[in-house]
C-alpha cells in the first residue's frame, strides 16, 4: 500500500519509547521527517539515532515536557508546520478515587486533554490552509469502557475524545482529519509497572499476574508497539481523508462490546 506519506513531517509527542516510539518508526518507514520528543534527553536521543540508522529519514529530537507551556513552545518552534501531529503524554498514576485531590485532578486534565488540544489548536490552520493534515491522539480503551482503577484517565481522556469529535467535523472538508487510537494492553514500560503494581497489591508474583492478564485478552497476548505504530500510519495516510472523528480500539478484544 502506497501511503503517500514520502517527505510529509510529522510531530511525534511523547515518543522516546513505547507507543509513541512505534508511532514514530512506522511513519519514518514510509519517509515521513519527524522531531521527536521526551523529557528525558539520553533515552530520546538514543532513538533518534535508532530511527535514522534504520530509515534514513531526518530526525529533530527536542527533549522537555510536554504538558508544559514551555514544552510546547520548544517543539512547535523545531516543527511550527506539522503534516501530521501524533498526540501522546505518560498516562495517569493507577489507584482509588478518595486518594485523587484537585491538583492530582488537574494534572491529569492538563495532561490527558489540554495539552492534546493546545497543540492541535497550534497546528490546525496551517493543515487548513495546506488542505492536508493528520492528527491522531493516543487516548485508552479507557474511553470505551472505564477501567477501575484508572479513573484519572477515564475522566481526562473522554474530555479530550468529547472535544476533537467535533472539531474533527469541522476541518474534515479542509482534508484535516482527527482521529483517536484507543490502546488496550500493550507491551511497554507503562505497563509493566502497571502489572507490578498491581500484582503486588493482588499478593501474586508478577509474573503469573501478567500470564492471567495475557490469557484475558482474546487474541491470547498484549499488543506490540510496532502493530500499534502501522495503525497510527493508517489513519496518517493520504487516502484515509473520510475517516474522521473515529475512536480506533485496538486491544485484541480485550474490550468485550458488539459495537
Ligand atoms: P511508556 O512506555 O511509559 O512511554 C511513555 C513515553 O512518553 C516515553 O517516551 C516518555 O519519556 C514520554 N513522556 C512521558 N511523559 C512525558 C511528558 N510529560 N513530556 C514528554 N514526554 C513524556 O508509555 P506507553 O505505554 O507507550 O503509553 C503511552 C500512552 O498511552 C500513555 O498515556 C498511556 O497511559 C496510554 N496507554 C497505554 C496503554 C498500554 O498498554 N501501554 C494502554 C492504554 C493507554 P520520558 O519519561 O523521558 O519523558
Given at each position: 500500500m502506497d501511503t503517500g506519506l514520502r517527505n510529509k513531517t510529522a510531530l511525534v509527542?511523547?515518543?522516546?519509547?513505547g507507543l509513541g516510539k512505534g508511532c514514530a518508526l512506522a511513519l519514518a518507514r514510509e519517509g515521513v521527517s519527524l522531531v521527536l520528543n521526551a523529557r528525558t534527553a539520553a533515552t530520546l536521543d538514543a532513538t533518534a539515532d535508532e530511527i535514522r540508522r534504520a530509515t534514513g529519514v531526518k530526525v529533530t529530537a527536542v527533549a522537555c515536557d510536554i504538558t508544559t507551556p514551555e514544552g510546547r513552545a520548544q517543539v512547535l518552534a523545531a516543527c511550527?508546520?506539522?503534516d501530521i501531529l501524533v498526540n501522546n503524554a505518560g498516562g495517569p498514576p493507577i489507584g482509588d478515587?478518595?486518594?485523587?485531590d484537585e491538583r492530582t485532578w488537574q494534572k491529569a486534565v492538563n495532561d490527558n486533554m489540554i495539552t492534546p488540544i493546545m497543540l492541535i489548536r497550534a497546528v490546525v490552520d496551517g493543515m487548513v490552509a495546506r488542505r492536508f493534515g493528520r492528527i491522531v491522539n493516543i487516548t485508552s480503551r479507557s474511553v470505551k469502557a472505564p477501567l477501575p482503577d484508572l479513573g484519572l484517565s477515564n475522566g481526562a481522556r473522554a474530555g479530550l475524545t468529547g472535544f476533537v469529535a467535533g472539531l474533527a467535523r469541522q476541518v474534515a472538508k479542509h482534508n484535516v482529519t482527527i482521529n483517536n487510537l484507543l490502546p488496550g494492553p500493550f507491551e511497554t514500560a507503562r505497563t509493566v509497572d502497571g502489572l507490578a503494581k498491581r500484582a503486588a497489591k493482588a499478593g501474586i508474583d508478577v509474573a503469573t499476574f501478567a500470564a492471567a492478564r495475557r490469557a484475558e485478552v482474546p487474541a491470547g497476548r498484549f499488543g506490540t508497539p510496532d502493530e500499534f505504530g502501522k495503525a497510527c500510519v493508517f489513519l496518517c495516510?493520504?487516502?484515509?481523508?473520510?475517516?474522521?472523528?473515529q475512536n480506533l480500539l485496538i486491544d485484541g478484544g480485550a474490550v468485550n462490546v458488539t459495537l
Open positions: 509527542c511523547a515518543s522516546s519509547q511550527p508546520a506539522p478515587f478518595r486518594d485523587w495516510s493520504a487516502d484515509a481523508g473520510f475517516i474522521v472523528g
